[in-house]
Structure formats: structure tokens, C-alpha cells
């Protein structure tokens, strides 16, 4: 028996439709309006905050959201933009909150392990089958790379500089176990890479060059951004 997949963002789009296929939930815009009102009301959020928030709604609003029920590329893209470009920004933007350095290294196990979790195959599976599961997917995602960009803004920089070349393996090595699996892992796109021109192992092979380029390169790029300014003492002053 072949099991029918019902992502929250709707079935796979085709090529031709899917920049049509803008998510329009209700609850979900309302949420999103809410957080909005909330953010306006509070007078301590600088504009980083703001543009990851803009992120999110983008990354759950756009077409990109229906098109990570066809392609798992897709998905990882998303999940990538979560992770490493939204949640760094709303972490900037709030006010900072101090944490013993201990937190600084849990927050990035946690993180680590989320991630793994969901890029597993059975977990994923399951939550591109059940909305609860998938916001549950989202929720740990976000919320556990948020606690890790907003522990390392406290983390003494030798730390800091450590867990981001760690985040940066980790990330790699994902990608690369995911890129040389000899056969196609993830169920719900077994028959919805096709229309896109790509086989399953395809579209499997470029999500973990994703994930080993790309994302990876986020932390790298944090960790030499920061490794600059403590080799440089006037651009630490800056």
C-alpha cells in the first residue's frame, strides 16, 4: 500500500504553479499578526529583530513553503534559512540575556540534535504527515537555534568561536552523509521530484550539498567574523 503524503503546505506543487501557491492560513496569519502587535508594543527591539521576523513569515508565507512538499532541497533550504539566517537575526535583536558559558555549549547540543532528529528519516516522515508534528518540527528548530545564537552573544569568544567550527562540521557532515547515501531516504518524495526534472536520489544528493556548502558556510562565516575581532583589537573596538 502506497501512503498518501498531505504536508501542511498542501500537495506538491508543479512547476508551473507553484509561485502561485501563497500559504494563506488564517491561524497562521493571525499568530504572525499578533507576535507583530507585540514587537511594536515593546520599545527595546533593534531592526535585526524585525528582519528575521520578516524572514519567518516570508519562509511560511511565500511559495518556497509549498514548494518543500515537492523537493526535500526545498525543505532543507528552509530549513537552513530558519535556522541560520532567521534565527541569528531575531537573537541579535533582543536584549541580550546573561548565561553562564556552561549554557553556551548545551544550547549547541540541543540544537545539533534537533537537527539531526528531523533530518532523519522516520521523523521527517512523520512530519510531513501530520500538521502537529510538522509545527512541532518548526517550533524545535527555530526555538533551538534561537537559544544557541542568543547563548553565544554572552559565551566568551574563545568559546564561541569553537562551538560555531563545531556547528560548522556537524553541518558538513550531515550534508555529506545525506549527499553519498547510496539510496533515496525520504518517503513523501519519492514521487514528487519528477515533474521537477530531478530522481528522488537526485533531489536527496542536492539538499546535502545544501546543507555541506551553504549552511555550513553560515557558521564558518560567523566563526571567521568573530576570530577577526579577537585578532583584531581595533576591530573590536568597532
Known amino acids: ?47 535585526p529583530f524585525w528582519w528575521g521576523f520578516a524572514s519567518i513569515v516570508l519562509l511560511f508565507v511565500s511559495p518556497l513553503c509549498a514548494l518543500s512538499s515537492a523537493l526535500f532541497s526545498a525543505r532543507v533550504a528552509h ?23 556552561r549554557r553556551a555549549a548545551t544550547a549547541a547540543a540541543v540544537h545539533i540534535l534537533a537537527f539531526w532528529f528531523w533530518h532523519a528519516p522516520q521523523p521527517y516522515a512523520a512530519a510531513l504527515s501530520n500538521d502537529a508534528i510538522y509545527w512541532l518540527m518548526q517550533i524545535t528548530l527555530f526555538g533551538s537555534a534561537l537559544g544557541f545564537w542568543m ?26 552523509l ?27 544528493q542536492l539538499a546535502g550539498l545544501i546543507m555541506w556548502v551553504p549552511a555550513a558556510g553560515f557558521y564558518l562565516a560567523a566563526a571567521l567574523g568573530m576570530a577577526w575581532r579577537l585578532v583584531s583589537p581595533r576591530a573590536a573596538r568597532t
Not at 158 to 171: D, K, N, S
Not at 181 to 203: F, K, V
Open 1 to 47: 500500500m502506497v501512503q498518501s503524503w498531505l504536508p501542511y503546505c498542501g500537495a506538491a506543487p508543479l512547476p508551473g504553479e507553484w509561485l502561485a501557491r501563497w500559504n494563506g492560513d488564517p491561524l497562521l496569519l493571525c499568530l504572525f499578526g499578533g507576535a507583530a502587535l507585540w514587537g511594536w508594543r515593546r520599545a527595546d527591539l533593534s531592526p
Open 151 to 176: 547563548a553565544l552573544r554572552r559565551a566568551p569568544t574563545p568559546l564561541a568561536l569553537g562551538l560555531l567550527l563545531v556547528m560548522t562540521a556537524q553541518m558538513g557532515l550531515l550534508g555529506a
Open 178 to 204: 545525506i549527499t553519498f547515501a547510496g539510496d533515496p531516504l525520504y518517503a513523501p518524495h519519492y514521487a514528487t521530484t519528477q515533474p521537477w526534472g530531478l530522481r528522488p536520489i537526485e533531489d536527496q
Open 79 to 101: 530549513h537552513v534559512l530558519l535556522t541560520a539566517v532567521a534565527a541569528p537575526l531575531v537573537a541579535w535583536g533582543l536584549r541580550p540575556v546573561a548565561l553562564a558559558a
